[in-house]
């Protein structure tokens, strides 16, 4: 399952249990004492009083309490050291209580050298009975800092409160001596045995220095991958500047290189499979993958680990080793940048050659057009698809399609069939663009029937509104396919049982270069784009 990667701006601690400790005060006791039931908070109780009356007489007897325990509470061992690590990685700090203000403010001087000033909100049960039912205590204290509540690290000891973090989205860190350190409960949800263990939860979630990725940070990410192709004799690792691949037995080394430059979403596995499906294009297996990971400035741990995730995630799905590579944060990118190499092997009697191609091969075309670019526009102008009249569903159904951006099943189908004579995958410029170097590296002029040309509803849907031709639209996931004419039906039936869906939408012709187009059995125009589509949205 893909995790969210985590930004930390500000951290609030629940104060009872976590910079403070008691043995003798029992948030169970309390609530007895008041009748408070043991499932609601304090607050809440309060709230639910019938009358005036009976909430200043439970506010009398819960300040009595406060004042008679707050000489309990003695500094937690790491207190004053994790707020000056906090405080000097710049981030904000928030104290919540259930205390009154004066009980809190007095528990607080014993942090010294911390001072209360430390702590930029502080939100006491005199405040929040300010504000109407309901409020969120972890909620208001991020309105208060004009921050996403997201971006916002509760810390507690506390059930209640802890509940009260996660419902409104805030990342939370529960903290219980008798749990594993820093373990995960799920997206953004912690848990640690000494506030200590917040060094490392908040590291994830702070920006980098730029320069190389920290040693350690490397090393942790990188302890995740398991390097069992025998074939790799250097695995990567700190200090280890190339990868040492054994490829003796092999009769065809097929190299590819390909940068990813505006995926952010899902980059790392944009990294993974728009080089393996250029690999795949000759007939070869894709086998070794080397990355260089470019970050810009201000980009945390946690979002390299999300990026190195999806790394792991798809060559592993399709056995691909990531065999090195380099990691920086540099503010000579604003945006992530990828750049894969990938290597795969065939024999040589097996390597498909677009030179192969001839006089009335058929042309076929897997999936549709613009796979990738419905994927890409559905993901990033989501908003702008629904202003313009798109519902949640059609733009998530968009969004689903990531999932079809390889083309290394077909490719593997057409490259067992002794009919097939080129492949070309469909990337940047869209079919129109592909079909030309397709022409072009084949060395054969090409007719197309642009009626034959597949293009799903909701592509069609999202072009039209954003004015926007799909057949110039990127379209990773879409596989051309040259084949002869008498192995044609065999192939697209070996395709479509295997849930793929393809199309014959022309066939080659003489030798030279260049697109002859019809539509409606008459000549026209073949689109040209010089840039692809995409750009004109962002």
Request: charged share 25%; aromatic share 6%.
């Amino acid at each position: 399952m893909k995790t969210k990667p985590i930004r930390i701006n500000a951290v609030v601690f629940y104060l009872e249990g976590t910079l403070v400790q008691t043995d003798s005060y029992d948030v169970k006791a309390v609530k007895a004492s008041i009748g408070c039931p043991a499932d609601m908070s304090i607050i809440g109780f309060i709230r639910s009083l019938p009358t005036a009356q009976n909430r200043k007489r439970i506010l009398s007897a819960l300040d009595r309490l406060d004042s008679e325990t707050s000489e309990a509470f003695t500094p937690a061992p790491d207190a004053a050291a994790v707020v000056g690590y906090l405080r000097l990685k710049n981030l904000r700090l928030a104290i919540f209580s259930r205390k009154n203000l004066s009980s809190a403010q007095k528990i607080l001087k014993k942090l010294a050298p911390l001072r209360i000033s430390d702590f930029d909100v502080i939100i006491c049960r005199e405040e929040l009975l300010k504000h109407p039912p309901g409020t969120n205590p972890i909620q208001l204290v991020a309105q208060k800092m004009n921050l996403p509540v997201d971006q916002v690290l509760a810390v507690t000891a506390d059930p209640d409160s802890l509940r009260d973090g996660q419902h409104v989205g805030a990342m939370t860190a529960f903290y219980d001596p008798s749990s594993p350190s820093g373990s995960n409960g799920g997206e953004g949800r912690f848990h640690i045995c000494q506030l200590d263990g917040l060094k490392n939860i908040v590291r994830l979630g702070i920006p980098l220095p730029t320069g190389k990725l920290p040693n350690d940070l490397l090393r942790e990410f990188l302890n995740q991958f398991v390097f069992d192709d025998p074939s790799i004799l250097i695995n990567p690792g700190v200090g280890e500047d190339i990868a040492a691949v054994n490829v003796a037995s092999e009769e065809v080394l097929v190299l590819k290189s390909d940068p990813i430059t505006f995926a952010t979403d899902s980059i790392g596995q944009y990294a993974v499979l728009i080089n393996a499906n250029d690999i795949a294009t000759s007939g070869a297996k894709p086998r070794w993958l080397l990355t260089t990971l470019l970050f810009p400035y201000g980009v945390t741990a946690s979002e390299i680990r999300q990026v190195i995730n999806e790394l792991k995630e798809f060559c592993q799905r399709w056995e691909i080793t990531l065999c090195g590579g380099h990691t920086e944060i540099t503010d000579a990118v604003a945006r992530p940048v990828v750049t894969g190499m990938m290597a795969g092997t065939v024999a040589r009697r097996n390597l498909v050659d677009k030179r192969n191609m001839a006089p009335g091969d058929r042309v076929l075309l897997t999936k549709a057009v613009a796979v990738e670019g419905t994927a890409i526009i559905a993901r990033e102008f989501g908003n702008r698809l629904k202003a313009l009249g798109m519902v949640d569903s059609e733009i998530d159904t968009c969004r689903r399609f990531l999932a079809n951006i390889s083309i290394l099943e077909e490719a593997q189908i057409a490259a067992g069939s002794k009919a097939t004579s080129a492949m070309h995958d469909v990337t940047e410029g869209g079919l129109a663009t592909a079909l030309e170097e397709l022409s072009i590296a084949g060395g054969h002029r090409i007719k197309i029937d642009m009626d034959k040309i597949p293009i799903f509803g909701e592509t069609r849907k999202i072009c039209r509104l954003l004015a926007i031709n799909p057949l110039g639209l990127i379209g990773s996931g879409s596989l051309l396919i040259c084949c002869r004419d008498d192995g044609c039906e065999t192939l697209m039936k070996a395709l479509r049982n295997a849930g793929i869906d393809v199309a014959c939408i022309g066939e080659v012709h003489e030798k030279g270069q260049g697109i002859r187009a019809i539509k409606d059995a008459e000549p026209t125009e073949w689109p040209q784009f010089e840039v692809d589509e995409i750009t004109q949205l962002f």
